[in-house]
């Protein structure tokens, strides 16, 4: 026997890597997790203990003829590396146990053929491989319990179905060449050849001779009823370490573990640590070892693995350990392939779902709701649910909000999105109110909101009637024009209450900007829709009515015209599909009623006007007004004061006043805030003169009542935080002095309080009657001292024009013309326009042709306004005055000026002039005539062109009382006006008709 150093089980070995698998071998069916881990196994038993000191040091039997054979299942062992086996055979772990007794603890392990069957005993000799390793038991634990046998635990437990579990450690290869003992049978033909006695560690016992038969130290095994099996030694055959082929297949091993840890983490620390405990024999050095240490670490199959073990050629071997490690490595690749594709499925998963909850928390730290998106998006969906959209409109809103739903809700993109699909959902679609027809009910509502209009009234009735005939009112715009303060805007109302619209008003007055009315691209920041997508939204109906307010006065756009754009949304050809700038989608107005109110119609665009149905609805005359005042304005503004039940009276005689002397307007509007005026100040009155003893206040009275007779406010709350005095009064204010800091002034506290003021009763003992008399106290002097500048007959020079003012009323102007010495200049006061002087001129020289016929001059070569000037001017001085109409009455004054004949102030003209004395027609008849009216001018002279105008156009009640004259020539004009005057007598001949 030798003694064999490198083999040992030494320190170097001690701690090596055992297969990564299948460390459970015989033994029925044991459970591998109780297999102790080979890493932390116990040192080798005592013949070979590392910690042995040196002359103990790695006896390993050289040459040991008879072992113990223990088959193994699934892979086969390699030397150099533990192994862990349960053993459950009661007879082979006796053995076992008394081979570690004995300090023989050497077995030879067999791969079992089939891979199904497990064993401890080997029956059969063709059941194993015949190349197998020869291995030492380093320890044996009790494999059921932990309790169980150490080392050499008793033999009780042998009827005891208690395994064990034996750690190997290979030396070497060995083959078998005999099979001498088959568990409880013994086989006949078995003999005992080559045995060699190694009995004592160190002790080489000479080589036994075959034919002796001497008791081998293996022989009490012979009374276990085990396998025993004759072996031999199978070495590696002699090899060239730096055989190109060794070291080429070395460098490819090497590279594949390299390649196998990188995909194997566990793989990895397996070789660490293995080639770090390798140090003294350096694994990577030596071929053999390099190719078992692939094997062994290898879940290769199993066929293979076995011809790593039986190949004794180095070179094969290499080669054979190569292909299994190849084949890991495969494996390695696929595994770790698989668990990446497995692990990237769940991390995108897993980091999306981890990154929506920080989400969620930064949201809710940052004070965002996170899920408010969700509800707009919800909130979205509803709306859009309950309307009838139409399909374009329709797929823009799935669109968008789909495009919501993607974008971060702090973008600034979410809010322009948010904002849109909100409008686009406010515009009420496929939504509309019923519609009334009914005349009578039109009729009903109309007479309750207005007095008399009856033309205007009836005109709405038509229309109403077309609508009931027809169905539908659409494709109709009606423009309702006439002077301030005459009810425009007051009937649209009542239209809209008649057809039981809604009622939608806007003023398109000054308007420049196209995109009031046909919105702003959404591209801008704050872009809003237009004014008719506004009111869509605001009124939550398809057809109201809308009220466009003045829209004579819409401006000149500076980029693009408002008024093309507002043609663009009353035109009954194009508005079916309105085209907002904002909403981007087609918007069906035509079921919209649009109502305009100008207060001319010359300056309303022609196309836009060409569309319209024009009513008019001319000012009021005083009877009218007085009308309005005692049935509707009046009534109106005594509820409106919290006098609806007292008695306060409004005298006729005293609206009369107010009509004629304080608001001389065509419109009603002046009218209306003079009665309101009325009233408040009789309120007042009534309150004041009442006192509060009257009209108690209950709160107010009580505070009011202790601040005086408790001590000075502030005291209060110098001494105790206006605890004792205040709490008489009111206790919550004293709660909240207490926690608030005292304020200065005490009495400025107020009691806060959700209550509705209760309106109070005016005692029946009060009487107010507003007569003429004491009218001058509600509403201050009169504002028109008399109906006419001239009270009294003026001096020649003067006569009355009749003028329309910018604000659609109609006005009498008289003319006063006077001369002086000079140079015969012509000058014009007044404020009067380029063409009002051009009339002035016409006037002038009209008169200088004519002087001879009119008598002003017997020469008619004389100049007579040679040394003279003329000046004319046109109170009152700080009105403006424009416009041909003034002609007749410019010349009238000159006429008289020079003839010295006086005009009578009860005749108006109005008429221009042409150098040759024609009269021709002029504007704004019916306000001139209202105003002639009001000033109680008796006789009208008008042009004879507008002679159908005022019969047809005026109403009768603005025309009564007046006379009208019609000319066609400034003769007539003079001839009616100085009528019966000398001048005009000697005119029958100089200047006939
Ligand atoms: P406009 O639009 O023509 O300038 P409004 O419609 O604002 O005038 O009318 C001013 C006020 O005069 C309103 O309070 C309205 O009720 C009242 N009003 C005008 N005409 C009448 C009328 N015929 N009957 C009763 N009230 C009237």
Redesign the pocket.
């Known amino acids: 026997v030798r003694l064999d150093a490198p083999d040992s089980p030494s320190d170097s070995s001690s701690s090596s890597s055992s297969p990564p698998s299948n460390n459970s071998s015989s033994g029925d069916d044991g459970p591998d997790g109780s297999d102790p881990p080979s890493s932390s196994s116990p040192p080798p038993e005592s013949p070979s203990s590392p910690q042995s000191t040196s002359i103990q040091r790695a006896a390993i039997p050289d040459v040991y003829p008879q072992v113990l054979a223990l088959p193994i299942a699934r892979r086969p062992l390699f030397p150099g590396f533990y192994k862990a086996v349960v053993i459950r055979d009661p007879a082979v772990v006796a053995a076992v146990q008394e081979m570690m007794k004995r300090g023989q603890p050497y077995l030879g392990a067999f791969l079992l053929k089939d891979q199904t069957t497990d064993s401890d005993v080997i029956a059969d000799i063709n059941s194993v491989h015949q190349v197998g390793v020869f291995a030492q038991v380093t320890s044996i634990f009790s494999a059921n319990t932990g309790t169980g046998v150490a080392t050499g635990a008793g033999r009780d437990d042998s009827d005891r179905q208690e395994g064990l579990t034996a750690v190997l450690y290979p030396h070497r290869r060995i083959r078998i060449t005999e099979l001498v003992k088959a568990g409880g049978q013994q086989p006949t033909m078995v003999t005992v050849e080559n045995v060699e006695s190694t009995e004592g560690a160190q002790e080489p016992t000479p080589p036994p001779s075959p034919t002796e038969g001497a008791p081998l130290q293996t022989s009490f095994l012979h009374k276990h009823d085990i396998s025993i099996v004759n072996i031999e030694n199978l070495p590696t055959q002699p090899y060239n370490k730096d055989d190109q082929h060794i070291r080429a297949f070395m460098a490819e091993i090497v590279s594949v573990f390299k390649d196998i840890a990188q995909l194997n983490p566990l793989f990895r620390d397996q070789i660490t640590n293995f080639s770090v405990n390798q140090v003294s024999a350096n694994v990577f050095d030596e071929p053999d070892k390099l190719a078992d240490f692939a094997a062994a670490v290898s879940a290769g199959d199993v066929q293979e693995l076995q011809d790593v073990l039986e190949s004794v050629v180095v070179v094969d071997r290499l080669k054979k350990a190569l292909l299994v490690l190849k084949k890991e490595l495969i494996n390695a690749e696929l595994q770790s392939k698989l668990a990446r594709d497995v692990d990237s499925k769940i991390a995108k998963r897993q980091r999306e779902y981890y990154l929506m909850e920080q989400l969620k928390n930064i949201k809710k730290e940052l004070g965002i709701e996170s899920d408010g998106k969700d509800k707009l998006i919800e909130k979205f969906r509803e709306r859009a649910a309950s309307l009838k959209m139409p399909e374009g409109v329709r797929k823009v809103f799935d669109e968008e909000l789909s495009k919501l739903q993607g974008l971060e809700p702090a973008a600034s993109e979410a809010n322009v999105t948010r904002n849109y699909l909100d409008w686009l959902t406010q515009i009420p679609w496929g939504k509309h109110t019923p519609e009334n027809y009914s005349i009578s009910h039109a009729q009903a509502v109309l007479d309750e909101?207005?007095?008399?209009?009856k033309d205007v009234k009836d005109r709405i009735l038509e229309f109403l009637a077309v609508g009931k005939l027809r169905g539908s009112v659409q494709g109709k715009i009606i423009c309702l024009s006439?002077p301030?303060?005459?009810?425009?805007?007051?009937?649209g109302k009542s239209i809209a209450r008649a057809l039981n619209r809604q009622f939608f008003r806007f003023s398109v007055g000054g308007l420049t900007d196209v995109a009031e009315i046909k919105g702003h691209r959404r591209t801008y920041v704050g872009a809003l829709p237009g004014k008719i997508i506004q009111a869509l939204k605001r009124v939550g109906t398809e057809n109201p009515l809308v009220l466009i307010d003045e829209v004579d006065k819409i401006g000149r756009g500076y980029n693009g015209d408002p008024s093309s754009a507002l043609l663009e949304m009353l035109d009954p050809e194009q508005n079916t599909a309105f085209l907002d700038h904002y909403m981007d989608v087609p918007v069906d107005l035509s079921r919209v009623l649009f109502v305009c109110?100008a207060n001319v119609l010359d300056t309303i665009p022609a196309p836009l006007l060409d569309r319209m149905e024009v009513i008019e609805?001319s000012g009021y005359v005083s009877e009218e007004k007085s009308q309005?005042a005692s049935r509707?304005?009046a009534p109106q503004a005594k509820e409106a004061s919290g006098l609806k039940d007292a008695d306060v009276q409004l005298d006729p005689a005293a609206v009369e006043v107010l009509i004629k002397y304080y608001c001389r307007e065509s419109?009603?509007?002046n009218l209306?805030k003079h009665i309101d005026k009325i009233y408040r100040k009789a309120s007042l009155n009534i309150v004041k003169e009442l006192g509060d003893e009257a009209l108690p206040e209950a709160l107010a009275s009580a505070s009011a009542d202790s601040t005086p007779s408790a001590s000075s406010p502030s005291s209060v709350v110098d001494t105790d935080s206006a605890s004792t005095p205040e709490s008489v009064s009111t206790p919550a204010t004293e709660e909240k002095a207490e926690d608030s800091i005292p304020k200065q002034d005490e009495a400025e506290d107020t009691t806060v309080t959700t209550e509705q003021p209760r309106p109070l009763k005016v005692p029946d003992s009060v009487h107010i009657t507003i007569t003429p008399d004491n009218l001058k106290d509600y509403v201050g002097p009169p504002i028109y001292h008399k109906d006419r500048l001239y009270v009294r007959p003026p001096p020649p020079g003067v006569s009355t024009g009749l003028g329309y003012l910018g604000n659609g009323s109609g006005a009498v102007m008289p003319i006063e013309a006077t001369s002086m010495p000079g140079k015969g200049g012509l000058q014009l006061t007044g404020k009067l326009g380029e063409v009002i002087r051009e009339s002035a001129q016409i006037a002038l020289s009209w008169t200088k042709a004519h002087a001879v016929e009119l008598g002003i001059t017997d020469d008619e070569a004389k100049q007579f306004l040679a040394e003279r000037d003329v000046h004319v001017h046109m109170p009152e001085g700080a009105i403006g005055k424009e416009g041909p109409s003034a002609g007749t009455a410019l010349l009238t004054a000159f006429v008289s000026l020079f003839t010295k004949t006086q005009v009578n102030p009860d005749i108006a003209m109005t008429g221009e002039i042409s150098l040759v004395g024609q009269v021709l027609p002029v504007g704004g008849l019916k306000e001139k005539i209202l105003a002639a009216h009001r000033a109680g001018i008796k006789a009208i002279l008008a042009p004879g062109a507008n002679r159908a105008d005022i019969e047809e156009n005026v109403p009768q009640s603005v025309k009564e009382g007046i006379r009208f004259v019609y000319v066609e020539d400034v003769r007539e004009v003079l001839h009616e006006v100085f009528k019966g005057t000398r001048a005009q007598e000697r005119w029958k001949e100089t200047l006939p008709l």
């Not at 909101?449 to 209009?453: E, M, Q, T, V, W």
């Open positions: 909101d207005h007095y008399g209009l006439g301030p303060g005459v009810g425009k805007t007051s009937i109110t609805v309005i509707y304005l419109g009603v509007r209306k």
